[in-house]
């Protein structure tokens, strides 16, 4: 789809892209208020927030399509919103549901949700000295490489050191049910248990390479539940590596030692993705080849291009068996994050995520929308079936398509 079709298609679109927000949350984000707010101060009462904090910030009114939450989803969202912030993980939980929910009233309700959090979360990290205040890693391997043991031991170390851990699995889902296939607190049993940490298990719902849509949302709602380390764990290589990697701080990339061709196996786009290599396993019998395999992956690391001028990425081994290797491991982490946060690299990762989860989301309802428009649906399943058949090309297809949609969409609005 060329600009020329797609501008015009963002431009007719905006009006359903546009974020929720209610009356009670429409002073909350923009420090310099628009004209229109400034003659009337903004007096709106925002549990969880002092008044320092609300003053003098306002968001433009642009929600009129949307109603007024009634009573009873206003109360909704306040219970979620305030036992959210106070650390209640049923409260975490629901607000998840929430956000995964494909209901479109709900998923309004879960825009307001996000909103009001990443307010308080805003004015948390301010009072931190505008630092971030949580430390979201990326974790992800081919099958068999170890995933949720090791984040087991690492989580059950960090909750002992005070941390509070959540742990988001992107898990493959059930063709019958639709729900998570694997059942990843079913395989980290001890951790699942802890107090201090918070494990999810997310369908993937079809989405290609395995990484939701609704990943991101949830980070930012462990982080509102005072989650200061967040885990993404993947289904395994593959797309789902390229996503998460645009929604972290670190991306760890795990490998078993006993993997036949390790360098032929792992994509090389995977590897320059990743800010730490960890050989899993190294224990027993697979020392020898996990030390062989660290040998490699370390000369490689060096012949590819850096990404960060305040890091290299290091190769290191562990062995959740036996514990070896984890608390270095966790200083290799965190000496990432100190010398990321001092060059602003950190700071810049997350803004340019910003950026990228906006465009994803952009393209995600483009094509809803052009998927649900008269004019395509009419087309579609007659150039669907010439496509199977070989009677046109698929590009063919594609473009009939698109001229239908701009053709209608055109003449709608010149009426």
């Not at 209901?103 to 307010?119: F, S």
């Not at 802890?194 to 991101?216: E, Q, Y």
């Not at 032929?264 to 030390?291: F, H, M, N, S, Y």
């Not at 046109?392 to 001229?403: E, F, H, R, T, V």
Request: proline share 6%; net charge positive.
């Amino acid at each position: 789809m060329g600009p020329s079709v797609l501008f015009p298609l963002l431009h007719r679109l905006s009006s359903p892209l546009r974020t929720v927000t209610p009356t009670w949350g429409r002073c909350l984000l923009r420090r310099l208020p628009p004209p229109s707010c400034t003659r009337t101060p903004c007096t709106t009462s925002f549990p969880g927030l002092n008044s320092q904090h609300i003053r003098g910030m306002c968001v433009e009114s642009t929600l009129s399509h949307i109603k007024e939450l009634s009573p009873p989803e206003q109360r909704l969202l306040n219970k979620l919103y305030e036992g959210l912030i106070s650390g209640q993980r049923a409260s975490l939980a629901e607000s998840i549901t929430l956000v995964e929910t494909q209901h479109p009233r709900k998923k309004e309700l879960a825009q307001v949700l996000l909103q009001r959090v990443l307010a308080y979360r805003k004015e948390q990290e301010k009072q931190n000295g505008g630092k971030p205040l949580a430390f979201r890693v990326g974790l992800s391997g081919p099958p068999g490489a170890g995933k949720s043991t090791f984040i087991e031991v690492v989580g059950k170390m960090l909750t002992g050191q005070g941390h509070k851990v959540s742990v988001l699995a992107v898990d493959p889902s059930s063709c019958t049910t639709g729900g998570s296939l694997m059942g990843d607190k079913t395989r980290m049993t001890e951790l699942s248990r802890d107090m201090s940490a918070f494990i999810r298990p997310s369908p993937t719902s079809g989405t290609l390479g395995g990484v939701t849509r609704t990943t991101n949302e949830a980070i930012v709602l462990c982080e509102g539940g005072g989650y200061d380390i967040v885990l993404v764990e993947t289904v395994g290589v593959g797309q789902s590596e390229f996503a998460v990697a645009d929604m972290v701080d670190m991306f760890v990339l795990l490998i078993p030692p006993a993997g036949g061709d390790e360098l032929q196996g792992i994509k090389r786009g995977i590897i320059e993705k990743a800010d730490l290599v960890v050989v899993t396993k190294a224990d027993g019998d697979l020392l020898v080849p996990a030390r062989r395999i660290q040998a490699e992956y370390t000369s490689a690391l060096k012949l590819l291009r850096k990404k960060s001028k305040s890091w290299n990425p290091k190769v290191v081994r562990v062995s959740s068996q036996t514990g070896e290797g984890v608390p270095e491991l966790w200083g290799k982490m965190e000496a990432f994050r100190s010398a990321t946060l001092s060059s602003g690299d950190f700071q810049d990762r997350r803004r340019a995520q910003h950026k990228v989860w906006m465009w994803s989301l952009i393209q995600e309802n483009v094509l809803r929308h052009f998927q649900e428009h008269p004019a395509v649906r009419g087309e579609l399943p007659q150039l669907e079936d010439r496509v199977t058949r070989g009677a046109i090309s698929p590009g063919l297809a594609a473009d009939l398509l698109l001229k239908a949609f701009t053709s209608s969409s055109s003449s709608s609005s010149s009426q």
